[in-house]
Protein backbone atom coordinates (compact mmCIF):
# COMPACT_ATOMS: atom_id res chain seq x y z
CA UNK A 1 0.00 0.00 0.00
CA UNK A 2 2.88 2.20 0.96
CA UNK A 3 4.54 1.52 -2.26
CA UNK A 4 1.49 2.83 -4.36
CA UNK A 5 1.02 5.99 -2.44
CA UNK A 6 5.31 6.30 -3.58
CA UNK A 7 4.62 5.83 -6.79
CA UNK A 8 1.67 7.90 -7.41
CA UNK A 9 3.45 10.83 -5.43
CA UNK A 10 6.38 10.56 -7.71
CA UNK A 11 4.24 10.66 -10.62
CA UNK A 12 2.35 13.86 -8.90
CA UNK A 13 5.31 15.18 -8.48
CA UNK A 14 6.97 14.89 -11.88
CA UNK A 15 3.47 16.15 -13.46
CA UNK A 16 3.43 18.85 -11.18
CA UNK A 17 7.25 19.94 -12.06
CA UNK A 18 6.64 19.40 -15.74
CA UNK A 19 3.57 22.00 -15.41
CA UNK A 20 5.70 23.98 -13.38
CA UNK A 21 8.35 24.13 -16.16
CA UNK A 22 6.24 24.53 -18.73
CA UNK A 23 4.39 27.97 -16.92
CA UNK A 24 7.98 28.72 -16.69
CA UNK A 25 8.70 28.81 -19.98
CA UNK A 26 5.22 30.51 -21.32
CA UNK A 27 5.39 33.19 -18.59
CA UNK A 28 9.42 33.69 -20.54
CA UNK A 29 8.28 33.47 -23.61
CA UNK A 30 5.57 36.01 -22.95
CA UNK A 31 7.82 38.49 -21.25
CA UNK A 32 10.42 37.44 -24.54
CA UNK A 33 7.33 38.86 -26.97
CA UNK A 34 6.21 41.58 -24.47
CA UNK A 35 9.98 43.22 -24.56
CA UNK A 36 9.95 42.36 -28.82
CA UNK A 37 7.11 44.16 -29.22
CA UNK A 38 8.03 47.51 -26.91
CA UNK A 39 11.26 47.14 -28.63
CA UNK A 40 9.69 47.54 -32.16
CA UNK A 41 7.71 50.39 -30.95
CA UNK A 42 10.75 52.24 -29.44
CA UNK A 43 12.40 51.67 -32.55
CA UNK A 44 9.42 52.88 -34.64
CA UNK A 45 9.56 56.38 -32.57
CA UNK A 46 13.75 56.50 -32.82
CA UNK A 47 14.55 59.98 -35.28
CA UNK A 48 18.16 58.75 -36.03
CA UNK A 49 20.66 55.99 -36.30
CA UNK A 50 22.30 56.96 -33.09
CA UNK A 51 18.65 56.94 -31.06
CA UNK A 52 17.57 53.51 -33.07
CA UNK A 53 21.39 52.22 -31.50
CA UNK A 54 20.89 54.02 -28.06
CA UNK A 55 17.42 52.43 -27.76
CA UNK A 56 18.59 48.86 -29.18
CA UNK A 57 21.68 49.02 -26.32
CA UNK A 58 19.26 49.92 -23.45
CA UNK A 59 17.09 47.01 -24.27
CA UNK A 60 19.75 44.55 -23.90
CA UNK A 61 21.16 45.98 -21.27
CA UNK A 62 17.73 45.78 -19.77
CA UNK A 63 17.21 42.22 -20.66
CA UNK A 64 20.62 40.48 -20.21
CA UNK A 65 21.60 42.43 -17.08
CA UNK A 66 25.39 44.06 -18.06
CA UNK A 67 27.38 46.10 -19.70
CA UNK A 68 26.35 46.45 -24.12
CA UNK A 69 27.59 48.21 -26.87
CA UNK A 70 26.36 48.26 -30.14
CA UNK A 71 28.83 49.06 -33.30
CA UNK A 72 28.05 50.51 -36.47
CA UNK A 73 30.25 49.63 -39.94
CA UNK A 74 31.76 52.29 -41.31
CA UNK A 75 32.73 52.01 -45.16
CA UNK A 76 33.27 48.23 -44.56
CA UNK A 77 34.65 48.16 -41.35
CA UNK A 78 34.12 47.99 -37.75
CA UNK A 79 37.03 50.13 -36.04
CA UNK A 80 37.78 53.50 -33.83
CA UNK A 81 35.50 55.83 -36.18
CA UNK A 82 32.23 53.60 -35.80
CA UNK A 83 29.43 54.80 -34.51
CA UNK A 84 29.16 53.40 -30.94
CA UNK A 85 25.97 53.24 -28.27
CA UNK A 86 25.50 51.94 -24.94
CA UNK A 87 27.58 51.86 -21.61
CA UNK A 88 30.32 49.49 -22.56
CA UNK A 89 33.13 51.23 -24.57
CA UNK A 90 35.37 48.44 -26.25
CA UNK A 91 39.38 49.63 -26.76
CA UNK A 92 41.41 48.76 -30.13
CA UNK A 93 41.75 44.84 -29.10
CA UNK A 94 38.05 44.63 -28.85
CA UNK A 95 37.14 46.47 -32.07
CA UNK A 96 39.55 44.18 -34.00
CA UNK A 97 36.99 40.85 -32.38
CA UNK A 98 34.24 42.91 -33.23
CA UNK A 99 35.54 43.89 -36.73
CA UNK A 100 36.33 40.14 -36.80
CA UNK A 101 32.69 39.33 -36.14
CA UNK A 102 31.22 41.78 -38.84
CA UNK A 103 33.48 40.25 -41.81
CA UNK A 104 32.43 36.66 -41.17
CA UNK A 105 29.26 37.19 -40.00
CA UNK A 106 29.70 34.53 -37.36
CA UNK A 107 30.04 35.46 -32.73
CA UNK A 108 33.67 36.00 -31.27
CA UNK A 109 35.24 36.46 -27.98
CA UNK A 110 34.45 35.07 -24.99
CA UNK A 111 33.01 32.01 -24.17
CA UNK A 112 33.13 30.97 -28.28
CA UNK A 113 35.76 29.22 -29.96
CA UNK A 114 37.47 32.37 -31.74
CA UNK A 115 39.36 35.22 -29.62
CA UNK A 116 38.10 33.88 -26.70
CA UNK A 117 40.74 35.83 -24.00
CA UNK A 118 38.32 38.85 -25.21
CA UNK A 119 36.38 40.32 -22.56
CA UNK A 120 33.23 40.67 -24.75
CA UNK A 121 31.59 38.81 -26.40
CA UNK A 122 30.59 39.82 -30.03
CA UNK A 123 27.65 38.95 -32.17
CA UNK A 124 26.50 39.84 -35.76
CA UNK A 125 23.32 42.24 -36.25
CA UNK A 126 22.20 40.91 -39.51
CA UNK A 127 19.32 42.64 -41.64
CA UNK A 128 18.33 40.77 -45.38
CA UNK A 129 19.98 43.36 -47.07
CA UNK A 130 23.87 43.25 -45.41
CA UNK A 131 25.23 42.98 -42.14
CA UNK A 132 24.74 46.46 -39.91
CA UNK A 133 26.88 45.95 -36.60
CA UNK A 134 27.77 43.88 -34.27
CA UNK A 135 26.47 44.06 -30.62
CA UNK A 136 29.27 43.15 -28.01
CA UNK A 137 28.25 42.29 -24.96
CA UNK A 138 30.04 41.85 -21.21
CA UNK A 139 29.10 38.34 -19.65
CA UNK A 140 30.13 36.43 -16.37
CA UNK A 141 28.58 33.12 -18.00
CA UNK A 142 28.01 31.61 -21.82
CA UNK A 143 24.45 32.08 -22.72
CA UNK A 144 22.22 28.95 -22.79
CA UNK A 145 20.79 28.39 -26.56
CA UNK A 146 17.81 29.87 -25.71
CA UNK A 147 19.25 33.43 -23.88
CA UNK A 148 21.81 33.54 -27.47
CA UNK A 149 19.03 33.08 -30.00
CA UNK A 150 16.54 35.76 -27.87
CA UNK A 151 19.70 37.81 -28.39
CA UNK A 152 19.91 37.22 -31.61
CA UNK A 153 16.16 38.17 -32.30
CA UNK A 154 16.51 41.09 -30.36
CA UNK A 155 19.98 42.16 -33.00
CA UNK A 156 18.10 41.17 -35.66
CA UNK A 157 15.25 43.19 -35.12
CA UNK A 158 17.60 46.14 -34.44
CA UNK A 159 19.35 45.54 -37.63
CA UNK A 160 16.07 45.87 -39.43
CA UNK A 161 15.76 49.11 -38.22
CA UNK A 162 19.02 50.67 -38.65
CA UNK A 163 18.49 49.27 -42.06
CA UNK A 164 15.47 51.11 -42.89
CA UNK A 165 16.79 54.68 -40.99
CA UNK A 166 20.07 53.75 -43.79
CA UNK A 167 17.75 53.53 -46.46
CA UNK A 168 15.71 56.58 -45.94
CA UNK A 169 18.96 58.48 -45.10
CA UNK A 170 20.00 57.54 -48.86
CA UNK A 171 17.13 58.52 -50.15
CA UNK A 172 17.26 61.76 -48.91
CA UNK A 173 20.90 62.18 -49.58
CA UNK A 174 19.90 61.51 -53.07
CA UNK A 175 17.02 63.95 -53.19
CA UNK A 176 18.96 66.91 -51.70
CA UNK A 177 21.82 66.07 -53.81
CA UNK A 178 19.48 66.13 -56.90
CA UNK A 179 17.77 69.31 -55.70
CA UNK A 180 20.93 70.90 -55.17
CA UNK A 181 22.06 70.21 -59.01
CA UNK A 182 18.45 71.35 -59.75
CA UNK A 183 19.12 74.81 -57.29
CA UNK A 184 22.62 75.28 -59.16
CA UNK A 185 21.12 75.43 -62.28
CA UNK A 186 18.44 77.68 -61.51
CA UNK A 187 20.59 79.75 -59.66
CA UNK A 188 23.49 80.01 -62.62
CA UNK A 189 21.07 80.63 -65.04
CA UNK A 190 18.80 83.46 -63.21
CA UNK A 191 21.79 85.12 -62.38
CA UNK A 192 23.67 84.95 -65.87
CA UNK A 193 20.42 86.59 -67.14
CA UNK A 194 19.98 89.08 -64.45
CA UNK A 195 23.44 89.85 -64.58
CA UNK A 196 23.77 90.40 -68.42
CA UNK A 197 20.74 92.78 -68.46
CA UNK A 198 22.13 95.57 -66.97
CA UNK A 199 25.51 95.09 -67.99
CA UNK A 200 24.38 95.13 -71.47
CA UNK A 201 22.59 98.45 -70.85
CA UNK A 202 25.73 100.10 -69.01
CA UNK A 203 28.26 98.88 -71.68
CA UNK A 204 25.55 99.95 -74.62
CA UNK A 205 25.44 103.27 -72.44
CA UNK A 206 29.06 103.66 -72.09
CA UNK A 207 30.19 103.15 -75.83
CA UNK A 208 27.16 105.44 -77.20
CA UNK A 209 29.23 107.94 -74.55
CA UNK A 210 32.34 107.76 -76.25
CA UNK A 211 30.87 108.26 -79.54
CA UNK A 212 32.11 112.52 -80.17
CA UNK A 213 28.98 113.08 -81.80
CA UNK A 214 27.23 112.45 -78.33
CA UNK A 215 28.79 115.89 -76.89
CA UNK A 216 26.19 117.78 -79.83
CA UNK A 217 23.51 116.55 -77.51
CA UNK A 218 23.05 117.50 -73.47
CA UNK A 219 19.51 115.55 -73.75
CA UNK A 220 20.73 112.23 -74.95
CA UNK A 221 24.37 112.44 -72.42
CA UNK A 222 21.98 113.09 -69.37
CA UNK A 223 19.20 110.33 -70.37
CA UNK A 224 22.49 107.66 -71.28
CA UNK A 225 23.82 108.83 -67.57
CA UNK A 226 20.19 107.98 -66.05
CA UNK A 227 20.12 104.44 -67.68
CA UNK A 228 23.72 103.90 -66.42
CA UNK A 229 22.56 104.90 -63.06
CA UNK A 230 18.89 103.07 -63.25
CA UNK A 231 21.39 99.97 -63.97
CA UNK A 232 23.52 99.68 -61.60
CA UNK A 233 20.88 100.67 -59.26
CA UNK A 234 19.60 97.21 -60.15
CA UNK A 235 22.95 95.60 -59.79
CA UNK A 236 23.03 96.70 -56.34
CA UNK A 237 19.71 95.60 -55.39
CA UNK A 238 20.42 91.80 -57.03
CA UNK A 239 23.65 91.66 -54.94
CA UNK A 240 22.11 93.17 -51.89
CA UNK A 241 19.49 90.29 -52.30
CA UNK A 242 22.06 87.85 -52.63
CA UNK A 243 23.94 88.99 -49.62
CA UNK A 244 20.61 89.61 -47.38
CA UNK A 245 19.55 85.70 -48.43
CA UNK A 246 22.85 84.40 -47.72
CA UNK A 247 23.14 86.12 -43.97
CA UNK A 248 19.56 84.94 -43.52
CA UNK A 249 20.25 81.58 -44.12
CA UNK A 250 23.56 81.53 -42.38
CA UNK A 251 21.93 83.35 -39.06
CA UNK A 252 23.80 86.42 -39.21
CA UNK A 253 20.78 88.73 -40.11
CA UNK A 254 19.85 89.72 -36.63
CA UNK A 255 16.91 92.05 -35.98
CA UNK A 256 17.61 95.85 -34.73
CA UNK A 257 14.31 96.59 -33.27
CA UNK A 258 12.78 99.88 -32.42
CA UNK A 259 9.79 101.63 -32.84
CA UNK A 260 9.49 103.34 -36.15
CA UNK A 261 6.79 105.62 -37.75
CA UNK A 262 5.54 103.46 -40.66
CA UNK A 263 4.67 106.50 -42.90
CA UNK A 264 8.22 106.92 -43.03
CA UNK A 265 8.72 103.62 -44.20
CA UNK A 266 6.58 103.65 -46.89
CA UNK A 267 7.94 107.06 -47.75
CA UNK A 268 11.59 106.27 -48.12
CA UNK A 269 10.58 102.88 -49.97
CA UNK A 270 8.62 105.33 -53.03
CA UNK A 271 12.15 107.74 -53.01
CA UNK A 272 14.68 104.75 -53.24
CA UNK A 273 12.10 103.22 -56.14
CA UNK A 274 12.14 106.63 -58.01
CA UNK A 275 15.96 106.61 -57.68
CA UNK A 276 15.94 103.18 -58.84
CA UNK A 277 13.50 103.68 -62.12
CA UNK A 278 12.87 106.56 -62.82
CA UNK A 279 9.92 105.90 -64.91
CA UNK A 280 7.96 104.32 -61.85
CA UNK A 281 4.88 106.27 -60.28
CA UNK A 282 3.23 105.17 -57.30
CA UNK A 283 0.17 106.45 -55.54
CA UNK A 284 0.21 106.23 -51.74
CA UNK A 285 -2.65 106.53 -49.32
CA UNK A 286 -1.42 106.75 -45.75
CA UNK A 287 -3.32 107.09 -41.96
CA UNK A 288 -3.11 110.57 -40.92
CA UNK A 289 -2.31 109.25 -36.90
CA UNK A 290 -0.04 106.17 -37.77
CA UNK A 291 0.74 104.13 -34.76
CA UNK A 292 4.51 103.82 -33.98
CA UNK A 293 5.08 100.17 -34.90
CA UNK A 294 7.88 98.14 -33.28
CA UNK A 295 9.77 96.44 -36.36
CA UNK A 296 13.76 96.79 -37.80
CA UNK A 297 13.53 99.43 -40.05
CA UNK A 298 16.36 98.52 -42.59
CA UNK A 299 15.20 95.28 -43.25
CA UNK A 300 11.45 96.44 -43.23
CA UNK A 301 12.38 98.96 -45.72
CA UNK A 302 14.16 96.41 -47.96
CA UNK A 303 10.98 93.54 -47.60
CA UNK A 304 8.59 96.32 -48.35
CA UNK A 305 11.34 97.88 -51.04
CA UNK A 306 11.07 93.99 -52.91
CA UNK A 307 7.32 93.91 -52.71
CA UNK A 308 7.16 97.56 -54.42
CA UNK A 309 9.80 97.06 -57.23
CA UNK A 310 8.22 93.54 -57.82
CA UNK A 311 4.64 95.08 -58.57
CA UNK A 312 6.51 98.07 -60.75
CA UNK A 313 8.17 95.56 -62.91
CA UNK A 314 5.53 93.56 -64.00
CA UNK A 315 2.93 96.33 -64.32
CA UNK A 316 2.57 98.00 -68.00
CA UNK A 317 4.83 101.24 -68.41
CA UNK A 318 3.02 104.53 -66.94
CA UNK A 319 1.09 102.31 -64.67
CA UNK A 320 0.78 103.30 -61.11
CA UNK A 321 1.46 101.29 -58.01
CA UNK A 322 -1.12 101.89 -55.24
CA UNK A 323 0.74 101.26 -51.85
CA UNK A 324 -1.67 101.48 -48.77
CA UNK A 325 -0.93 102.16 -45.03
CA UNK A 326 -3.68 100.49 -43.07
CA UNK A 327 -4.25 100.35 -39.28
CA UNK A 328 -6.03 96.60 -38.50
CA UNK A 329 -6.47 96.44 -34.43
CA UNK A 330 -2.96 95.34 -33.32
CA UNK A 331 -1.38 95.08 -36.60
CA UNK A 332 -0.32 97.23 -39.45
CA UNK A 333 -0.95 96.10 -43.02
CA UNK A 334 1.15 97.61 -46.01
CA UNK A 335 -1.31 96.61 -48.87
CA UNK A 336 0.53 96.66 -52.74
CA UNK A 337 -1.41 96.83 -55.80
CA UNK A 338 -0.68 96.65 -59.40
CA UNK A 339 -2.12 96.42 -62.55
CA UNK A 340 0.17 93.59 -64.27
CA UNK A 341 -1.38 90.67 -65.26
CA UNK A 342 -1.74 88.81 -62.06
CA UNK A 343 -0.49 85.13 -60.69
CA UNK A 344 -2.33 82.24 -61.71
CA UNK A 345 -3.25 80.72 -59.30
CA UNK A 346 -0.99 77.73 -58.88
CA UNK A 347 1.79 79.77 -58.46
CA UNK A 348 0.21 82.31 -56.06
CA UNK A 349 2.55 80.17 -52.93
CA UNK A 350 5.58 79.74 -55.26
CA UNK A 351 6.32 83.49 -56.07
CA UNK A 352 7.59 83.20 -52.59
CA UNK A 353 9.90 80.15 -52.79
CA UNK A 354 14.05 81.10 -53.19
CA UNK A 355 14.93 81.80 -57.41
CA UNK A 356 11.15 80.73 -57.94
CA UNK A 357 10.26 83.38 -61.58
CA UNK A 358 6.98 82.66 -63.24
CA UNK A 359 7.21 81.02 -66.64
CA UNK A 360 5.39 84.07 -67.71
CA UNK A 361 7.78 86.29 -66.47
CA UNK A 362 9.74 88.83 -69.04
CA UNK A 363 10.68 91.06 -66.42
CA UNK A 364 14.22 91.25 -64.68
CA UNK A 365 14.16 89.65 -61.24
CA UNK A 366 16.36 86.89 -59.87
CA UNK A 367 13.21 85.25 -57.90
CA UNK A 368 15.37 86.16 -54.46
CA UNK A 369 13.30 89.65 -54.04
CA UNK A 370 10.04 88.28 -52.59
CA UNK A 371 11.42 85.30 -50.50
CA UNK A 372 13.76 87.78 -48.87
CA UNK A 373 10.73 89.71 -48.15
CA UNK A 374 8.48 87.20 -46.65
CA UNK A 375 11.52 85.71 -44.58
CA UNK A 376 11.44 89.31 -43.13
CA UNK A 377 8.21 89.70 -42.30
CA UNK A 378 7.89 86.52 -40.95
CA UNK A 379 11.11 87.42 -38.70
CA UNK A 380 9.21 90.11 -37.35
CA UNK A 381 5.99 87.50 -36.35
CA UNK A 382 4.02 89.00 -39.63
CA UNK A 383 2.60 87.74 -42.56
CA UNK A 384 3.61 88.08 -46.49
CA UNK A 385 0.26 87.07 -48.92
CA UNK A 386 -0.61 87.66 -52.44
CA UNK A 387 -3.72 87.32 -54.46
CA UNK A 388 -5.09 88.75 -57.20
CA UNK A 389 -7.45 91.63 -57.59
CA UNK A 390 -11.06 91.43 -58.67
CA UNK A 391 -10.37 94.25 -61.37
CA UNK A 392 -7.28 92.70 -62.22
CA UNK A 393 -3.50 92.98 -61.39
CA UNK A 394 -2.14 91.71 -57.94
CA UNK A 395 -2.11 92.20 -54.55
CA UNK A 396 0.53 92.03 -51.68
CA UNK A 397 -0.51 92.49 -48.11
CA UNK A 398 1.89 92.54 -45.25
CA UNK A 399 0.79 92.49 -42.02
CA UNK A 400 3.19 93.02 -38.90
CA UNK A 401 2.55 93.29 -35.07
CA UNK A 402 2.29 96.76 -33.60
CA UNK A 403 4.02 95.88 -30.52
CA UNK A 404 6.74 92.79 -29.57
CA UNK A 405 4.90 89.63 -28.92
Not at 135 to 140: D, R, Y
Request: proline share 4%.
Amino acid sequence: MFGSFLFISIIIGNVTSRLRQKEKVLVNRELRLTTLYELSKELGHARDIRQIAQIGADYLKKVFQTDVAILLENQGNIDSNSSKAGNFFPDAKETAVANWTYKNKISAGKFTDTLSLSLGTYFPMIAPGKIIGVIGIVLSERLNLDQENFLLTMGNQIALALERELLSEETRTRYLANQSERLYTIIFNSLSHELKTPLSAIRGAVTALLEPEIDKSSTARIELLNEINESSMILNLLLGNLLDMSRYESGFLKLRMDWHDPSDLVRVVVRRLRQTVKSSRCVIHLPENPIPTWMDFTLMEQALFNVVFNAVQISPEGSPVIIKLLPDKDKMKYVVEDDGPGIPEEELDKIFEKFYRSKNQSHIGSGLGLSISKSIVETHGGTLIAENRKEGGAKFCIDIPVKPG
